[in-house]
């Protein structure tokens, strides 16, 4: 490029061009770039900003600093994952806008000469690649700006007065603009504001919903509405059409509506994407009708992938008058200048490479086309297969003896609140499959869209993003087997949610949260005892379960993700469930969670109350103790408490009394006897405390089996023998689970020892209390005097 500019005469347009060249690679190539120095010079003045003091920066300096504002970080990511892939004709677009700006110094013949060859060729060449004959050109950076100004063109056209009296004369006459309920959101809107119409001079045309596509606009009631309207003493004044909706891309029936317009004289404006197909060989005839329209809004800027070009509105009108009042046209050289990047860039492309870019653009969008048929679960709203550049695609799946699930249009015999429910699931399982294939494939330029009747879906519109991003067929190709990688975590949570519910609202202690948002299994709520259901703030007690309930889910090592968040309509904390890959136990799943959560519970309770029960125990064992002193000197008398007097006593006349010991149970809390201790010598026969609750279900696995996975699972699948084998695993892990305990080397078989004889095997309980038992026990009179029996019958560390 730097041979070719020194072949240019004007040394100006040849030094920009240079520095536009140096720049460019300045701000496309990280590894380039130098850090900003610091220069210590001192402010000279506190008013006057930093980078505008002193003599001023040198351009290295500035394009740095621009570079450090539109990248940030590098470390954050990579250059190419930011940036579109602009190319050579992207900087003839870019350079055009610095010619603008120099051939804007020009004397003013040469300047009037220059931008008129310059909008005269750009309209031309779009009028002959576009097959719209006999048309002018109006070139805007906004892409609504087009149908504003030919709305003041229909006004001025219809309204002969309008110029003189103004809004008098749609004050008697109010005129109406009729949009199709599938128009871009916001379009009517924008259009009574840069008109200062009132909202009802808006008429929104609804879509089919018998016969054809349910995003195209209904002629026979297009028609019914103009007839109500002129009975009204309204004026039907201009039809937007769509060429491709800016949801799902389909095409209204363009040639019927415009011979309604025709009949009433109605003005029809056509947009949309699919009007870039008009510069390939084949055209549908739908889309082929566009070219007979008044008017037509093109965007060649996505299309070729030229940055910074402006939309241009096609027209026939042959009022120059007219359009002059309306904005079309323009004398200053500036308004004409727009069109200088298109025109540098159409140059630069010529005809084969605009028509390749297009092509390959619809060739995407049928490679996607024919590899999503074969793939199970996925459904395609295609209005033609043959001409649409745009597909969008949804999850779907088909429970056994029900209607499709996530249909959006609800059958009669279906429960409202059961199409809900299923409306709702389907929308958080395409938004997560939206969001994950964005993040796997981002050269796809795959968005995610709610539609009013689909609901969630995803669009993939080469057109708008192939060429910015270089989208190949290789990145279709990785888009199918993203999806299919999908697929299963999709079907399989799907099937297992109904099922999650059901079991949750079967436990007692869950509550069942439905959350629309949310893509996995589903959202639970453990209810403790002092949880107020009525409040909707957050609930301190409940999030210290839920966070101990969420840490131990965690370490159980399924395949299962947990998270804690807050409820969808409230601020409480509940346990959110995710994608399930693999066929799940829901009931073992939902038992854990119940069963953990109310041993978290116990536990915190307890503990609460460990320090109040405990110093209540000591308070009584003290009055149990200073009573049974009492009594005992009362049986014993005076003298026998006289160490010297007393001993001889207790040698000639010993005292038989039984002594009373006490015992403290924590489980209850209160002081108990031990006689029965004694009398049974076993201290289990006493009031014994319920067993603490397990926070894991004990289940038999085989070994590798993670948690909450369904044994023996489609064991149809399997051959004989291997479900054999299954089964005689689980029967020896519960045979060695219910085994007793192996003999000790000091107690020995009789096998191993003939002749000698074996003692009888006493229990665990005897054992214990024999090994427990002290000579005092037997012979009260060995016992200290004034001892007592505080032993503990429960263990401590059993509740902590």
């Known amino acids: 490029m730097d041979a070719s500019l020194e072949k240019i005469a004007d040394p100006t347009l040849a030094e920009m061009g240079k520095n536009l060249k140096e720049a460019m690679k300045m701000l496309e190539d990280s590894q380039s770039r130098r850090t900003e120095e610091e220069n210590g010079k001192k402010l000279l003045s506190g008013d006057i900003p930093g980078p505008l003091q002193g003599s001023g920066q040198d351009m290295v300096s500035i394009l740095q600093l621009v570079q450090n504002l539109m990248h940030g970080d590098e470390d954050e990511e990579p250059l190419s994952a930011r940036i579109h892939n602009i190319g050579e004709q992207g900087h003839m677009a870019l350079l055009g806008h610095s010619l603008g700006a120099y051939i804007s110094t020009l004397d003013k013949e040469k300047l009037r000469k220059l931008t008129t060859r310059i909008l005269s060729d750009t309209t031309l060449w779009l009028c002959r690649i576009f097959r719209y004959e006999n048309g002018c050109a109006y070139f ?121 317009c025709e009949q009433y004289g109605i003005w029809l404006h056509v947009e949309g994407v699919n009007l870039a197909t008009l510069a390939l060989g084949y055209v ?22 030229l940055p910074a070009v402006p939309a241009v509105t096609l027209y026939k009108h042959d009022d120059p008058a007219l359009t002059l009042v309306s904005g079309l046209t323009s004398n200053k050289p500036a308004d004409k200048l727009r069109a200088l990047p298109l025109w540098l860039s159409l140059q630069y492309l010529g005809l084969d490479g605009i028509v390749e870019r297009i092509k390959h653009a619809c060739q995407l969008s ?157 959202v639970v709520r453990y209810e403790h005892a002092n949880d107020d259901k009525s409040s909707l703030k957050s609930d301190p007690e409940g999030e210290k379960i839920h966070a101990g309930l969420l840490k131990k889910l965690n370490e159980l090592g399924s395949d299962l993700t947990f998270k804690m968040g807050a409820e969808y309509k409230s601020m409480k904390s509940c346990i959110y469930i995710g994608m399930a890959s693999d066929d799940i136990d829901v009931s073992e799943l939902v038992e854990t969670i119940a069963v953990t959560a109310r041993e978290i519970e116990e536990n915190s309770r307890l503990l609460e109350n460990m320090t109040e029960v405990v110093q209540k125990g000591i308070q009584d064992a003290q009055v149990e103790l200073q009573k049974a002193s009492e009594e005992r000197l009362l049986e014993e008398g005076v003298l026998r408490q006289i160490p010297v007097v007393g001993s001889v006593l207790n040698w000639f006349s010993p005292v038989q009394a039984l002594q009373k010991g006490r015992t403290f149970n924590l489980t209850a809390g209160s002081l108990e006897s031990t006689e029965p ?29 993670k948690p ?93």
Not at 288 to 297: P, R
Not at 422 to 441: F, P
């Open 140 to 260: 805007h950076e906004e892409e609504r700006e087009g149908l504003a100004k030919i709305c003041r063109l229909a006004i001025n056209s219809r309204y002969e007065d309008f110029v003189v009296d103004g809004f008098n004369v749609l004050y008697n006459k109010k005129p109406v603009i009729y949009l199709s309920a599938a128009a871009r959101p916001g379009l009517g809107q924008y259009l009574c504001n840069q008109l200062s119409l009132p909202f009802p001079c808006l008429c929104r045309v609804p879509c089919n919903t018998m016969f054809g596509s349910q995003h195209q606009m209904d002629v026979a009631f297009l028609e019914k509405l103009i007839k109500d309207d002129i009975e009204r003493g309204r004026l039907p004044l201009l039809l937007v059409a769509n060429a491709g909706t800016a949801a799902v891309g389909h095409t209204d029936k363009i040639g019927r509506l415009k011979e309604l």
């Open 677 to 705: 201790i004694y009398v049974y010598k076993a201290q289990g026969t006493g009031v014994t405390p319920p067993p603490t609750p397990s926070g894991i279900r004990t289940k038999q696995r085989l070994p590798g089996q």
């Open 284 to 305: 549908s005839s739908s889309v082929l009708a566009a070219t007979k329209c008044d008017s037509m809004t093109m965007t060649p800027g996505p299309w070729l992938g």
């Open 366 to 522: 049928q490679r996607l086309q024919e590899s999503l048929k074969k793939v199970n679960h996925i459904k395609i709203l295609v209005e033609n297969e043959l001409s649409s550049p745009v597909v969008v695609f949804r999850f779907f799946q088909e429970l056994p003896g029900s209607d499709p699930v996530f249909k959006a249009v609800p059958m009669p015999n279906m429960v409202p609140s059961t199409v809900g429910r299923e409306r709702h699931s389907c929308d958080a399982l395409n938004r997560w499959l939206g969001e994950q294939l964005k993040q796997l494939v981002p050269a796809s330029g795959l968005t995610v869209m709610d539609l009013e009747v689909e609901g969630v879906c995803m669009r993939f519109s080469p057109l708008l993003t192939a060429a910015g991003l270089g989208t190949q067929g290789e990145d279709v190709d990785q888009l199918v087997i993203c999806i299919q990688s999908k697929l299963p975590a999709l079907t399989c949570t799907l099937q297992l949610r109904e099922e999650f519910k059901q079991e949750v609202e079967g436990t007692a202690g869950l509550l069942y949260v439905d959350d629309p948002n949310w893509p996995g299994i589903g």
């Open 708 to 800: 909450f996975k369904r044994s023996l699972r489609g064991s149809d699948a399997l051959s004989e023998t291997s479900s054999v084998s299954h089964v005689e695993d689980l029967e020896k892990v519960e045979h060695l689970s219910s085994e007793p305990e192996q003999s000790t080397p000091e107690t020995s078989s009789p096998e191993q020892y003939p002749g000698v004889p074996t003692p009888q095997k006493a229990n665990r309980t005897e054992g214990f209390q024999n090994r427990a038992q002290r000579p005092e026990d037997d012979h009260p009179q060995m016992r200290k005097p004034g001892s007592r029996d505080l032993r503990l019958t429960h263990p401590v560390n059993s509740h902590l």
